[in-house]
C-alpha cells in the first residue's frame, strides 16, 4: 500500500475525449462516402492508437486497402489536430485527485497510445495546473500498450521499482500494460469500456469515481 507515484492512462480516463474522436473520424467517413458510426461505437473503437481507431470505424471489405486506409489515417490525423479542443475536457472529479495527488508528493505520469506529440500537446493544453514527471504517447520506436515497454520506462524514469506505482486506466489494454509491467492495476469505470473487460482483463480493483483512488493511499 506504500505507493509512490501513479501512471495514468489520458483518454477515457483523465479526459473525456470520446466526441472530437467521434466527431473527427466521422468527418473522415463522409469524406470518403462512407457511413458514421454512433459516439457510443468509438467507445469500443478507440484504445489502441490511431490506425486501429482508423481500420475498426472502416466497413471490414475496406480495411486491406492500404491506400485507402492511409488516406483516411492521413486524413483523421489532420482534422483531429484542428478540432480536439472542442468537447475535450478532464472529467469530473480529475482536478480534485490530482490536486489531493499532488499535495500528497505522489509521482504522476501519462502514458496514452495517442501519438506522442498529440498526447504532450494535450495535456500541456488541458492539465496544465499539474506537473507531470513524465508524459509518454505512441512513439515508432518504442511498442504501444499492452506491451509494458513505456510503463517500465516510466518507472526507470521515476527510480522506483514496479511494485511502488498505481496504473490507471479505463479498457482492457491498460490492464494488460499494468499487469505485464508488474504494477498493480487500477481500473476506472467512469471511462469508455465495462466492469466486465476490465475485470477480464486483470483489473486488481475497480473505482467509480477519481476520488476512489484515494482509498489505495495511506
Known sequence: MGYK?????LDGTLLDTIRDLA?????????????????????????????????RALPESLREEEALVERALSRTRAVYSERWRLHTRPYPGIPRLLDEL????????????????????????MLPRWSFRAVLGERPWVPRKPHPAGALEIA?????PVSDILYVGDTGTDMKTANAAGMFAVGALWGFRTARELLDNGARTLIEKPLDLLSLLP
Open 23 to 55: 466527431d473527427t473520424v466521422n468527418e473522415v467517413l463522409k469524406e470518403l462516402d462512407l457511413d458514421p458510426h454512433p459516439i457510443e461505437a468509438y467507445k469500443v473503437f478507440v484504445g489502441d492508437g490511431m490506425k486501429n481507431l482508423v481500420l
Open 5 to 9: 507515484a501513479v501512471i495514468f492512462d
Open 156 to 160: 526507470a524514469c521515476l527510480s522506483l
Open 102 to 125: 499532488s499535495a500528497r508528493k505522489l509521482h504522476l505520469a501519462i502514458l496514452s497510445n495517442k501519438p506522442d506529440p498529440s498526447t504532450r500537446d494535450v495535456v500541456r493544453e
